[in-house]
């Protein structure tokens, strides 16, 4: 193979070849759903993106010649160290041939730059945060839900051979509306939340559509408390948690956030929302494609073809006080009720940690089974 070399990205130039460079590595895989413009712009884009006000990182792109092969970013999040307690460093952005060469090579930048930092340990893939892109696929090669990261059959391959090991993986579930009605689970679920809610004073309810601020800001509240347990969690900042809240405003349907109480004080939320990555795939957006035409035709196979036909659940959390008294049974039951009464025939609920075995097993006893599986690796520097 001619030789290649890794260069920082410092030019527009450069910047619009790593940013377009995955419509390159995927443009014959029927199952990868390209993004938005401003979506990727949102994560990559560093007077855009709102984690960037507290992480600080490089590009990295790998040139045979004229052509790219392979891309990498590193990044120190600051706010990640500082609550977690550690001190690590993350590769993200990574796409890249099936060569081994070039990715040891693109990761080893990464972790020289991590290195050079002052850091020991490397970490990812993760572009950037734990709201983002999380970890590499490897398991379920099929076609990727709203806000999960998809990746070649090689990648694992390439990540490992570069000398990386697990440190996590993070499951998503699917449950088929439909088998799950056919088989009662649905009225036993309602059965089992019934007696635990008279048991423990939860009480739950449907978003009131006349009030959506009230309830986003409501979502806000409860996110940062509930999951600030979680490994690998960081807070969101003010304006991280508008972001999250304006971007999934876009597409929530009231009938598919529920709030649950127990006596009377906000205990929990659950939110499903539709899977537009069926009309974002059919819309195939491309970067030199504006993107009002592209918004057009996802609008137009989302809401005059109506191809969505499943949901994902990419939001729930319980305040720590609360835990083990069966919020999120009751949450779980609901919600599952409610995607199948709308006409959804299928949902997915991910990512869950391997280790959270409460969310594990609540998720299994629900039907739903593990589809997928992104993985999370490290190395010492």
């Given at each position: 193979?001619?030789?290649?070399?890794?260069?920082?990205?410092?030019?527009?130039?450069?910047?619009?070849?790593?940013?377009?460079?995955?419509?390159?590595?995927?443009?014959?895989?029927?199952?990868?759903?390209?993004?938005?413009?401003?979506?990727?712009?949102?994560?990559?884009?560093?007077?855009?993106?709102?984690?960037?006000?507290?992480?600080?990182?490089?590009?990295?792109?790998?040139?045979?010649?004229?052509?790219?092969?392979?891309?990498?970013?590193?990044?120190?999040?600051?706010?990640?160290?500082?609550?977690?307690?550690?001190?690590?460093?993350?590769?993200?952005?990574?796409?890249?041939?099936?060569?081994?060469?070039?990715?040891?090579?693109?990761?080893?930048?990464?972790?020289?730059?991590?290195?050079?930092?002052?850091?020991?340990?490397?970490?990812?893939?993760?572009?950037?945060?734990?709201?983002?892109?999380?970890?590499?696929?490897?398991?379920?090669?099929?076609?990727?839900?709203?806000?999960?990261?998809?990746?070649?059959?090689?990648?694992?391959?390439?990540i490992e051979g570069a000398g990386l090991h697990k440190v996590m993986?993070?499951?998503?579930?699917?449950?088929?509306?439909?088998?799950?009605?056919?088989?009662?689970?649905?009225?036993?679920?309602?059965?089992?939340?019934?007696?635990?809610?008279?048991?423990?004073?939860?009480?739950?309810?449907?978003?009131?559509?006349?009030?959506?601020?009230?309830?986003?800001?409501?979502?806000?509240?409860?996110?940062?408390?509930?999951?600030?347990?979680?490994?690998?969690?960081?807070?969101?900042?003010?304006?991280?948690?508008?972001?999250?809240?304006?971007?999934?405003?876009?597409?929530?349907?009231?009938?598919?956030?529920?709030?649950?109480?127990?006596?009377?004080?906000?205990?929990?939320?659950?939110?499903?929302?539709?899977?537009?990555?069926?009309?974002?795939?059919?819309?195939?957006?491309?970067?030199?494609?504006?993107?009002?035409?592209?918004?057009?035709?996802?609008?137009?196979?989302?809401?005059?073809?109506?191809?969505?036909d499943g949901v994902r659940v990419p939001l729930m959390g319980v305040?720590?006080?609360?835990?083990?008294?069966?919020?999120?049974?009751?949450?779980?039951?609901?919600?599952?009720?409610?995607?199948?009464?709308?006409?959804?025939?299928?949902?997915?609920?991910?990512?869950?940690?391997?280790?959270?075995?409460?969310?594990?097993?609540?998720?299994?006893?629900?039907?739903?089974?593990?589809?997928?599986?992104?993985?999370?690796?490290?190395?010492?520097?």
């Amino acid at each position: 193979m001619p030789a290649f070399e890794i260069r920082k990205v410092e030019t527009e130039r450069d910047y619009r070849a790593f940013f377009n460079f995955p419509w390159t590595i995927y443009k014959d895989d029927p199952n990868w759903v390209p993004p938005l413009h401003s979506m990727r712009a949102d994560v990559l884009d560093r007077k855009r993106g709102a984690a960037w006000e507290y992480m600080e990182g490089e590009y990295f792109c790998a040139w045979r010649g004229d052509t790219l092969i392979g891309t990498v970013g590193a990044v120190i999040n600051h706010r990640y160290n500082e609550f977690q307690g550690e001190r690590l460093g993350w590769f993200g952005a990574f796409e890249c041939i099936d060569d081994q060469d070039v990715a040891t090579a693109l990761i080893d930048t990464a972790s020289e730059w991590v290195k050079a930092k002052g850091y020991p340990i490397i970490r990812g893939p993760q572009t950037f945060t734990p709201t983002e892109d999380v970890g590499c696929l490897v398991d379920g090669y099929t076609r990727p839900v709203l806000l999960m990261p998809y990746q070649p059959r090689y990648y694992p391959r390439l990540i490992e051979g570069a000398g990386l090991h697990k440190v996590m993986d993070v499951y998503s579930f699917y449950l088929d509306q439909g088998q799950a009605r056919e088989n009662g689970l649905h009225d036993r679920l309602a059965r089992i939340a019934g007696s635990i809610m008279k048991r423990s004073k939860i009480s739950i309810r449907p978003a009131n559509p006349r009030r959506m601020k009230d309830e986003f800001a409501l979502i806000k509240d409860i996110y940062n408390t509930a999951w600030e347990k979680n490994w690998g969690f960081t807070p969101l900042t003010p304006r991280e948690l508008d972001n999250l809240v304006n971007g999934l405003g876009l597409i929530v349907d009231p009938r598919l956030l529920y709030f649950a109480d127990v006596e009377g004080d906000p205990a929990g939320f659950i939110l499903a929302v539709p899977d537009l990555n069926v009309a974002l795939q059919k819309a195939y957006p491309r970067p030199s494609e504006p993107e009002v035409l592209s918004l057009l035709k996802v609008l137009w196979h989302w809401k005059v073809r109506k191809v969505i036909d499943g949901v994902r659940v990419p939001l729930m959390g319980v305040k720590e006080k609360y835990r083990g008294r069966g919020v999120d049974a009751v949450m779980y039951s609901s919600i599952l009720r409610a995607i199948t009464d709308i006409g959804y025939y299928h949902s997915d609920s991910g990512w869950i940690l391997e280790t959270n075995e409460a969310m594990v097993s609540i998720a299994k006893n629900f039907g739903s089974q593990i589809y997928k599986t992104h993985r999370l690796y490290e190395k010492a520097l």
